[in-house]
């Protein structure tokens, strides 16, 4: 371990489709109102990808900014994550299609999945290849198109999520920006989350289609109760990992996915509510590019500035969870 690397953040960046989809929206689509969805998520509104705009097509937006944000040229990266639960295809890897949109032509590509936690695990992973000396730069996406797996006719899910992306290009420096992380899984929980068919278990069919197999089922209630518990876990864990302690952390993000969980959060870490950032009122639960943008915008919004120790943590569909602690040094 002694001869690791240090690696830090050196850019971000994000973007998210034009199109805005309101709560007054909704309330024409589904038995809902702003009220309800307001009150019981924190959502007002959330961005919405054109038909022709595929997850690639956001990743590489957001990529871009990171790279220029970073001042890195498309063909120094070494390696692309891409972190997503609604992939352009089941193969070729979305990292693949993102490689050869922005040219990063000396890039090697692949996809992690690990539902709304997959940019805290892919910036673990992404950490562990500077940390090793096995590359120099790599390039982290979450990205986004949910809303194409969204039952539109299903009011417990369509009113939650909304698409866009969040990047971060990484390099080794010479202080250490990655202090520390935590991963979590628990398969036991695996049926709280899901879209059920298209791929090996239940292959698209007419049966899959008619019984609307190909779109977001969520045991909502049962998941809001684990999210806090695995959020505050790993948060602490990660914290402890590099001799830190909640009253050092200057900013947490974390995932965007209902205020009343973020709020809760907030109460069991005893964080004070202005180092909390949240941005889900405009863009809803990006999945996994939800911790990615919000970095993006509080870095840009100045509510992260240099040397302030940031905590990005996040839980998902697996169950996953995982937390990691940032020195930013940009
Ligand atoms: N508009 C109006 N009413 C709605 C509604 C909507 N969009 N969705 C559900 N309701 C109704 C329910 O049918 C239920 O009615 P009933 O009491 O007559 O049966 C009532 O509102 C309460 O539903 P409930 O599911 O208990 O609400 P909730 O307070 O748990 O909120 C979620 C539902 C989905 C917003 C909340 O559970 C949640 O955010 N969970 C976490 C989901 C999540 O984070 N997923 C992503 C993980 S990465």
């Not at 790279?67 to 089941?90: A, C, F, H, R, Y």
Request: glycine share 8%; proline share 2%.
């Amino acid at each position: 371990m002694t001869n690791m690397q240090n690696v830090k953040i050196i850019g971000t960046g994000s973007y998210v489709p034009k199109k805005v989809l309101t709560n007054e929206d909704l309330e024409k689509m589904v038995d809902t109102n702003h009220e309800w969805i307001i009150t019981r998520t924190g959502i007002a509104e959330r961005r919405i990808a054109e038909d022709n705009e595929a997850t690639s097509d956001v990743a590489a937006k957001a990529a871009l900014k990171a790279l220029k944000d970073s001042n890195t040229k498309p063909g120094e990266i070494d390696l692309i994550i891409v972190t997503t639960n609604s992939q352009d295809m089941i193969f070729p890897a979305t990292a693949c299609l993102v490689q050869k949109k922005i040219k990063a032509v000396n890039a090697a590509t692949f996809d992690l999945q690990a539902g709304c936690t997959g940019a805290v695990y892919a910036l673990i992973t992404a950490w562990q290849f500077i940390a090793t000396g096995f590359y120099d730069n790599v390039l982290v996406i979450g990205a986004e198109t949910l809303s194409k797996f969204v039952d539109w006719t299903d009011r417990n899910t369509c009113i939650l999520f909304g698409d866009g992306a969040g990047a971060a290009v990484l390099k080794a420096g010479q202080e250490k920006g990655i202090l520390s992380g935590c991963l979590a899984g628990d398969g036991s929980y695996d049926d709280l989350i899901m879209i059920p068919a298209g791929l090996s278990k239940y292959p698209a069919s007419h049966e899959t289609v008619e019984r609307k197999m190909h779109y977001v089922k969520m045991k909502g209630n049962e998941v809001f109760k684990l999210a806090v518990k695995h959020m505050k876990r790993t948060t602490v864990k990660t914290l402890g990992k590099c001799n830190l302690s909640v009253e050092d952390v200057d900013c947490i993000i974390p995932h965007q996915a209902n205020i009343r969980i973020i709020s809760a959060l907030t109460r069991v870490l005893k964080i004070k509510k202005d180092k909390v950032f949240v941005n889900l009122n405009k863009l809803g639960n990006t999945s996994a590019a939800s911790v990615m943008i919000a970095l993006d915008e509080a870095v840009k919004e100045g509510k992260i500035k240099n040397g302030d120790i940031v905590v990005l943590t996040a839980f998902g569909a697996g169950l996953t969870s995982g937390s990691i602690v940032l020195k930013w040094l940009k």
